[in-house]
């Protein structure tokens, strides 16, 4: 049976330098208001991370996670797959990402749908604010190189 995954493209590019030093990488977010019928405002989430870079500055993160402390969360876990590439034929060069969810679930349940629609809003809203987050640092770094900005 075929995965069903879920396209997130973010239409900015965000500048990246990604070099033969790049050996580490580190994610950290809280979760609020994750699902429905008056679920935690906050909760635990054990996320795995793997990562491989490739030839031209192209790297691609597989993430799974799964979610503790709210409503059916041990029914399902999230898997995530970032793609990020270099973007060099721009005016400035930077990178185009996409970010591909899939909610797997292991068990079944009438709440599937409404799981899926808001893990994937949660996701959307959690990805964006990381990327404006990386997009801030990556123009701190710049200012402080002297370079030019994004």
Same mark, same amino acid.
């Given at each position: 049976?075929?995965q069903k995954?879920?396209l997130?493209s ?6 990246? +330098?990604? %070099?033969s !030093?790049?050996?580490?990488?580190g994610v ?12 935690a405002?906050?909760? %635990?989430?054990?996320e795995s #991370? ?16 799964e979610?503790?402390?709210?409503p059916?969360g041990? +029914?399902?876990?999230?898997?995530g797959?970032? *793609?990020v ?18 909610v ?19 996701? !959307?809203?959690? +990805?964006a604010?990381?990327? *404006?987050?990386a997009?801030?640092?990556?123009? #701190?770094?710049?200012?402080k !190189?002297?370079g030019?900005?994004?």
């Open positions: 049976m075929a995954f879920y997130f973010f239409a900015d590019v965000v500048l990246v +330098y990604l %070099s !030093q790049f050996n580490a990488l950290s977010f809280s979760i609020n208001q994750f699902l429905f019928l008056q679920g405002k906050f909760c %635990s989430c054990k #991370q793997k990562f491989q870079i490739y030839r031209n500055s192209h790297w691609v993160l597989e993430t799974s996670q979610v503790n402390d709210v059916y041990d +029914y399902f876990h999230v898997e797959f970032w *793609d590439e270099r973007d060099s034929d721009g005016p400035v060069e930077g990178c185009i990402s996409r970010v591909y969810v899939n797997a679930f292991n068990k079944k349940t009438v709440w599937k749908g409404k799981i899926v629609k808001s893990t994937l809003e949660e996701c !959307q809203e959690a +990805y604010t990381w990327l *404006d987050m997009r801030e640092l990556l123009k #701190q770094n710049i200012d !190189q002297g030019s900005t994004i």
